[in-house]
């Protein structure tokens, strides 16, 4: 059965950073590309950031571009999402997701087979 699961969001200070990651099991981890996604309050699910496990290509969309590290711990089949000078409009949940990968294809633009049940990062002003 393929799991994902979401951690380390909370309450986190404008101007500051959050680090979250996302744990795997249940289907090889070489294989995939793991997402980003975040919804915040009253507005649409928006994609972040992706990594190809594989070759380790990397995307971030605008919302976060500048701020952020995706990486991956392949010892671990984890995904580690860091983002820094949080602002209000960061207060979101925190997805993540995956998706089978073809190699140097770029992780960008893929529809998502597997979810994980998010986590809350509430950023205060």
């Known amino acids: 059965e393929v799991q994902l699961v979401e951690s380390g969001g909370g309450l986190v200070q404008a101007g500051g950073s959050l680090s979250l990651s996302c744990g795997t099991s249940?289907?090889?981890?070489?294989?995939?590309?793991i997402a980003w996604f975040r919804q915040a309050p009253g507005k649409e699910r928006e994609e972040i950031a992706c990594i190809g496990i594989s070759d380790g290509n990397t995307h971030y969309y605008a919302s976060v571009k500048g701020r952020a590290t995706i990486s991956s711990d392949n010892a671990r089949s984890s995904v580690l999402l860091q983002i820094n000078g949080l602002t209000v409009e960061d207060t979101a949940v925190y997805y993540c997701a995956a998706a089978e990968y073809y190699p140097n294809s770029g992780c960008a633009g893929y529809g998502m087979d597997s979810w994980g049940k998010g986590t809350l990062v509430t950023v205060s002003s």
């Open positions: 249940g289907f090889t981890f070489g294989d995939y590309l």
